[in-house]
């Protein structure tokens, strides 16, 4: 099987994953947080260790990590937890239906919405030029899931600062593949899954939040913590994981993080090499046609000349085993600004796993499928 749909999600996990996987689940299944025996608190210190990576791996030190169950949590927890009627949010059609369809629902409960329309590199200025007095919070995605384009989130997150506005970033497809510091970033909120670049199981997601922002909580419940207070306590984490934690899932993202600590320029560079030839494969197929960019991240976006998206894949897939994502990919809004939202488009989103080799097997089965 050939897989170039780690945009999705990874499939390949490290051995360190799979090692620490096996390992846990006979080690920390009692309670982290809850009870006070020894095994709660053995579980509770792995957590703690996992929480110290992910900001390490972030270079996040003024910042608190919140877990959650996956990146769309952790963008609505954002989104949520800051807004109020008379608010203005802007974003950008880049966005994912993570965070687009919450903006959807606030715009029926009195916030405004703001979604600017342009190519990527016009971002930053658009931004600028859609700032009112009430602008509140201001959301990108890091890098886009359906062009591998980058935001520049280092002029938005000044901007952001200049107006004094809170800055989210979806840090979806960045996380395990580009190295976010968000110290020198003026990032306010950061959100990652781990089951995508930073190789965990599913079931684990977070919520990166400089310990200035005042944010609502989502879910309410059980914390381990105030038990007598029937108001849901403010204190980061506890206060916004109300429930019992995904462990086993949080264990494999510290493993998945260490595994990427050790290797991680290498790792990049294989990516950008990979991307490099397979934009240089695709060139030469006049068949093709090409909507993303040479530069972008890790992704390409293609479709067959006259055939739908889904076909391409699925031929792909039952002929020759390989794996692609077609349709719009949750992200509607570029696919319509792209002129692809009638069709779809194939994203073939590759990591370190992939080969050369690989990329000449999916030319191979391109060219044949157009010929069908
Ligand atoms: N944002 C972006 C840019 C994504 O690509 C995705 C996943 N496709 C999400 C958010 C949601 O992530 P998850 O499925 O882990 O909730």
Do not use: W
Not at 69 to 90: P, Q, R, Y
């Amino acid at each position: 099987m050939i897989y170039f749909d780690n945009a999705a999600t990874s499939f390949y996990k490290p051995e360190i994953v799979r090692y620490e996987l096996n390992h846990s689940i006979n080690k920390f299944t009692a309670n982290p947080g809850r009870s006070g025996h020894k095994y709660s608190v053995k579980t509770a210190e792995i957590i703690y260790e996992t929480r110290e990576k992910v900001k390490q791996f972030f270079h996040a030190y003024d910042y608190e990590v919140v877990f959650t169950k996956n990146c769309t949590e952790s963008l609505n927890l954002a989104i949520f937890g800051i807004l109020n009627k008379g608010d203005h949010v802007i974003a950008t059609i880049y966005e994912h239906n993570s965070v687009l369809r919450p903006l959807e629902f606030l715009k029926s409960k009195g916030v405004e919405v703001s979604i600017i329309d342009c190519d990527m590199s016009e971002v930053p200025n658009l931004i600028e030029q859609e700032i009112k007095p009430n602008t509140k919070l201001i959301i990108t995605t890091s890098v886009s899931n359906v062009t591998g384009e980058l935001c520049d989130i280092d002029r938005v997150g000044k901007i952001c600062k200049k107006y004094n506005i809170l800055y989210l970033v979806d840090g979806a497809q960045a996380s395990g593949h580009i190295d976010i510091n968000l110290n020198e970033l003026n990032i306010d909120m950061y959100t990652f899954s781990g089951h995508k670049g930073l190789l965990s199981i599913t079931g684990v997601g977070g919520l990166i939040v400089k310990n200035t922002v005042k944010l609502r909580p989502l879910i309410f419940g059980g914390t381990g913590t105030e038990s007598a207070n029937l108001n849901q306590p403010i204190t980061i984490p506890e206060g916004f994981e109300a429930g019992t934690i995904p462990t086993i899932p949080i264990i494999s993202l510290k493993a998945g993080i260490e595994f990427l600590s050790k290797n991680f320029k290498n790792l990049i560079k294989i990516e950008e090499k990979l991307t490099k030839y397979l934009y240089f494969s695709l060139k030469n197929l006049k068949f093709i046609k090409i909507y993303s960019k040479p530069n972008s991240k890790n992704i390409a976006l293609i479709n067959i000349e006259g055939m739908d998206s889904s076909l391409v894949a699925n031929l792909l897939d039952e002929k020759y085993n390989i794996c692609v994502r077609a349709g719009l990919h949750c992200a509607p809004l570029i696919h319509k600004h792209l002129g692809t939202e009638k069709e779809g488009a194939v994203r073939i989103s590759l990591d370190f796993n992939n080969t050369e080799q690989e990329i000449d097997k999916l030319i191979y089965a391109l060219s044949k499928i157009s010929e069908m």
